[in-house]
């Protein structure tokens, strides 16, 4: 089955400063990824998703994503934060098990700005 | 033209009750979900239908019973409901893998 990993529950960045938040995958062929962000009491809102193609894949909001396979991550960046990027970030996966389809998700890392 | 709507947005209940909570989208979607989401924020997925057929159905309590009358609705009853089912339950719904889009949740207190 597959799985995620969010090896960061908490990080804390400046305004202006990278980001980047980890994600590793557990899935044995490729699998189709995604990054959702949820802001305090919202619901989730997809910010990129892989499925084949170009490995760097660019986002909403300014993020991007890069895919690699030898390392089974699919790391969220983005160059320079904002105050308004403060929320929760959820990396998921779904095999591409036709007819059978889940979105498995991470635990999340919950992102914090500071002024 | 809200995509994936859920009804009630708070759902506020005592113990025992029997609650209900409706989703209903707009995308033309075939496949709907509901998630749930703990006091820890960890998603996990517990019922799927495909075309009204049910085709995922993870360790879930038998209090929990999903029911869609169409592609477009599906709606997650709970009997008897106990603290432990608080939580912030998020409706969602794709099109096979290429992309899922959720509601904006309904967060169930149990007192």
């Known amino acids: 089955a597959q799985s995620v990993t969010q090896p960061d529950i908490h990080i804390t960045v400046s305004e202006g400063a990278s980001l980047e938040l980890r994600c590793n995958y557990s899935?044995?062929?490729?699998?189709?990824l995604f990054w959702y962000v949820q802001s305090p009491g919202q619901g989730l809102q997809l910010l990129l998703k892989?499925?084949?193609?170009?490995?760097l894949v660019q986002g909403i909001k300014g993020f991007e994503a890069e895919f690699k396979r030898s390392q089974s991550s699919f790391n969220l960046r983005k160059p320079s934060v904002h105050w308004s990027d403060a929320a929760e970030y959820f990396c998921?996966?779904?095999?591409?098990?036709?007819?059978?389809?889940?979105?498995?998700f991470g635990t999340g890392t919950r992102l914090t700005i500071i002024p | 033209d809200t995509a994936v709507s859920q009804t009630p947005k708070y759902l506020v209940t005592q113990m025992g009750n029997d609650k209900s909570i409706k989703c209903e989208q707009n995308?033309?979607?075939?496949?709907m979900y509901w998630y749930k989401q703990d006091s820890k924020k960890f998603l996990k997925i517990m019922f799927s239908?495909?075309?009204?057929?049910?085709?995922i159905n993870e360790t879930v309590p038998n209090r929990f019973s999903p029911k869609s009358p169409d592609k477009a609705h599906l709606n997650l009853h709970i009997n008897s409901l106990e603290l432990g089912d608080s939580a912030v339950y998020f409706c969602?719904?794709?099109?096979?893998?290429?992309?899922?889009?959720f509601g904006s949740g309904t967060r169930l207190t149990v007192v």
């Open positions: 969602a719904s794709s099109l096979t893998e290429y992309g899922y889009t």
């Open positions: 899935y044995g062929a490729t699998p189709y």
């Open positions: 892989y499925f084949s193609g170009d490995t």
């Open positions: 998921a996966v779904v095999a591409s098990n036709f007819g059978n389809e889940k979105l498995t």
């Open positions: 995308l033309g979607h075939d496949t």
């Open positions: 239908y495909n075309n009204k057929e049910l085709i």
